[in-house]
């Protein structure tokens, strides 16, 4: 079986070597949009389906092939990526002194079915003065994440504890990768 990762994250690229497993790599070309009326853990369920999908469109048939996707909520609202520093500012100034949850979604197409899996997890962040806020985002790492932060990097000081999974929170929970991918094996 050819496993092969549909995404253009480095961060998801990294986490997959650690199962040991040979893969290749696509980037699929996915519009990344709330529904009006979609809850958080669909919307980010359906992206990463629509990235094993667009994935499978262009891999070998027999290819097993992974989406993925990650968002952060706070107050039942899902905060993508920030668009520029006040989206940023705002995002941050929410997420100070509270807890929010990461929702990673990863998804496996392989021999005509999708299997997927949603892992939430809680984060606290400590309360952010607006110092360290606009520090942040003058070192250039949150233009790219979902929530402006980045749980791996620069924003770890920020974080207090978490409750579930931290590599979900980096972009691919390797357990329930590593289970879809055995699955697959066995059908």
């Not at 919307?43 to 999908?53: P, S």
């Not at 668009?83 to 990461?102: E, P, T, V």
Request: glycine share 6%.
């Amino acid at each position: 079986m050819q496993l092969v990762l549909a995404s253009g994250s480095p961060r998801r690229y990294e986490l997959l070597q650690l199962l040991d497993r040979p893969f290749s790599v696509i980037k699929p070309e996915v519009r990344e949009q709330q529904r009006d009326g979609e809850a958080p853990e669909s919307y980010v369920a359906r992206l990463a389906i629509d990235k094993a999908l667009a994935g499978a469109k262009v891999s070998a048939a027999d290819a097993a092939v992974i989406g993925s996707d990650t968002v952060v909520v706070c107050d039942d609202k899902v905060l993508e990526k920030p668009i520029d520093k006040n989206d940023f500012c705002a995002m941050m100034k929410q997420l100070s002194g509270r807890d929010h949850q990461a929702l990673t979604a990863v998804a496996l197409h392989y021999n005509g079915a999708t299997n997927v899996k949603v892992v939430s997890t809680v984060v606290h962040f400590k309360p952010l003065s607006d110092t360290e806020i606009s520090t942040y985002w003058q070192s250039g790492e949150p233009t790219d994440k979902a929530g402006g932060y980045g749980i791996q990097g620069r924003a770890a000081k920020f974080v207090t504890h978490i409750e579930g999974s931290y590599l979900a929170v980096v972009g691919l929970p390797l357990y329930e990768t590593e289970q879809l991918i055995q699955t697959a094996e066995r059908s």
